[in-house]
T-cell receptor, first 113, second 110 residues
Framework: KAGVTQTPRYLIKTRGQQVTLSCSPISGHRSVSWYQQTPGQGLQFLFEYFSETQRNKGNFPGRFSGRQFSNSRSEMNVSTLELGDSALYLC????????????FGPGTRLTVL | DQQVKQNSPSLSVQEGRISILNCDYTNSMFDYFLWYKKYPAEGPTFLISISSIKDKNEDGRFTVFLNKSAKHLSLHIVPSQPGDSAVYFCAASAGNQFYFGTGTSLTVIP
């Protein structure tokens, strides 16, 4: 069974631009969560989608948004990029959530110049 | 507000000895706890989990201990191997959201 895939793996953008990251979950998984990883901050929860609905949202500004499609694939968008948005963005999928194990993708490394 | 804390950013252990990674949490509503291992340039991979109704869970060389009264979680790796060198994250959940610690970088010295 293929794992979680994320595209692109690396991105370089400049301040003020916007970016869209993509995540394809493991086949059959319906829950997709997004995390931001920065040095010293660990993994910070962005949001979680289940059946095309955002079920939970972390403490991030409205510039961060996401969506999930009917095939469970998910996209994350960051508008008006700031230098502090440079981070590794990780996507994780699970069957339903709660006690289901989350499986992570390799991440997208975003650098904002 | 960091609800899950890993106060040791790094740990070095000799091969064959025990590695003990610690994690503290503040939210008494957390009912499920996990450990993930992360290698550079890869996403975290699930290692072991424990429900709040248990105080210990073993899987091969890995054992997780939960002390609910102290709000403390630990991961024991015995014996430690060089391939265990990675960053370890603990995570806790209550419902649909997981909270992660900042990670502990484990180095196992051959």
């Amino acid at each position: 069974k293929a794992g979680v895939t994320q595209t692109p793996r690396y991105l370089i953008k400049t301040r003020g631009q916007q970016v869209t990251l993509s995540c394809s979950p493991i086949s059959g998984h319906r829950s997709v969560s997004w995390y931001q990883q920065t040095p010293g901050q660990g993994l910070q929860f962005l949001f979680e989608y289940f059946s095309e609905t955002q079920r939970n949202k972390g403490n991030f500004p409205g510039r961060f948004s996401g969506r999930q499609f009917s095939n469970s694939r998910s996209e994350m968008n960051v508008s008006t990029l700031e230098l502090g948005d440079s981070a590794l963005y990780l996507c994780a999928s699970s069957l339903v959530r709660d006690t289901d194990t989350q499986y992570f993708g390799p991440g997208t490394r975003l650098t904002v110049l | 507000d960091q609800q899950v804390k890993q106060n040791s950013p790094s740990l070095s252990v000799q091969e064959g000895r025990i590695s003990i990674l610690n994690c503290d949490y503040t939210n008494s509503m957390f009912d499920y706890f996990l450990w993930y291992k992360k290698y550079p340039a890869e996403g975290p991979t699930f290692l072991i989990s424990i429900s709040s109704i248990k105080d210990k869970n073993e899987d091969g060389r890995f054992t997780v201990f939960l002390n609910k009264s102290a709000k403390h979680l630990s991961l024991h790796i015995v014996p430690s191997q060089p391939g265990d060198s990675a960053v370890y994250f603990c995570a806790a959940s209550a419902g649909n959201q997981f909270y992660f610690g900042t990670g502990t970088s484990l180095t196992v010295i051959p």
